[in-house]
């Protein structure tokens, strides 16, 4: 579906910062729909569309400003069945705010989010924005961290999964150190020299780039395996190959 208001954004607002950022176009509507109860509260209106998309297991909306309108695109799929009942009954068995109610969301739909990445998601520019957002999503053990600082990775507390007997695709993007060490290992040894294209197609593109140069690196440094070559055309093969 798709809302077009023919006008451009309000001063101020962009597609960024529409989470935070409230301007009213006219206020003499404003006031006669405040008055009717038809708003409970002047701009909250596209955060309850991301707290209901997001309940729904539904992609986030998409704000696009043309020329002489703002488009508001909303997806009819839903991304996946099992983040709706997750999400169903982690709003009964928890008084959710609206934030967290937004931020578990799209925890669950990407099943991992670094803090950068969650960040520019929700344009947040404070470093501790981002801890008022997410609430007691943790306090409710119903996400767990790792890392530290850039670095940390936010996602779903796999015993919440368990008990709602999760039936997700599994996603490798989550996956441990030691598993994706011997997953290169395998890859370098059984097709190398590769290319970090190539380690990608075959080990999920859906893993960071970040982690598998991490890994690589220490299996360097390790002389397990070498490197040859600059930039992308670097390949990567096992030292007893050179």
């Given amino acids: 579906m798709e809302i077009h208001n023919p006008g451009l954004f309000p001063l101020g607002v962009t597609s960024a910062n529409i989470l935070h950022?409230?301007?009213r176009r006219n206020d003499n509507l404003a006031r006669v729909f405040y008055a009717l109860n038809l708003i409970e509260r002047e701009g909250r209106g596209y955060d309850e569309i991301y707290e209901d998309l997001l309940s729904n297991g539904k992609p986030l909306p998409?704000?696009?400003?043309?020329?002489?309108?703002v488009t508001i695109t909303i997806?009819?799929?839903?991304?996946?069945?099992?983040?709706?009942?997750?999400?169903d009954r982690a709003s009964k068995e928890f008084q959710l705010?609206?934030?967290?109610?937004?931020c578990l969301g799209i925890i669950a739909q990407n099943q991992t989010v670094l803090a950068t990445?969650?960040?520019?998601?929700l344009d947040l520019k404070k470093p501790n924005a981002l801890r008022d957002w997410l609430g007691s999503l943790d306090d409710y053990e119903l996400i767990h961290t790792?890392?530290?600082t850039k670095g940390t990775e936010y996602f779903v507390n796999p015993e919440f999964l368990k008990k709602l007997d999760y039936k997700g695709k599994i996603n490798l993007k989550n996956i441990e150190p030691l598993?994706?060490?011997?997953?290169l290992?395998?890859?370098?040894?059984?097709?190398?020299?590769?290319?970090?294209?190539?380690?990608r197609e075959r080990i999920g593109k859906e893993i960071p780039v970040r982690k598998i140069r991490q890994q690589l690196d220490k299996l360097i440094k390790e002389d397990t395996i070498q490197k040859s070559g600059i930039k992308k055309g670097t390949e990567y093969f096992m030292y007893k190959n050179l």
């Avoid at 290992?185 to 590769?194: E, Q, T």
């Fill in 185 to 199: 290992i395998k890859v370098i040894n059984d097709y190398g020299p590769c290319k970090m294209s190539g380690i």
């Fill in 179 to 183: 598993r994706l060490r011997e997953l």
């Fill in 97 to 102: 705010k609206p934030k967290e109610v937004i």
């Fill in 117 to 121: 990445e969650l960040a520019k998601i």
């Fill in 146 to 148: 790792k890392g530290k």
């Fill in 21 to 23: 950022q409230s301007r």
């Fill in 62 to 69: 998409i704000a696009e400003e043309g020329n002489d309108r």
């Fill in 75 to 87: 997806a009819k799929r839903i991304v996946s069945n099992e983040v709706v009942k997750l999400m």
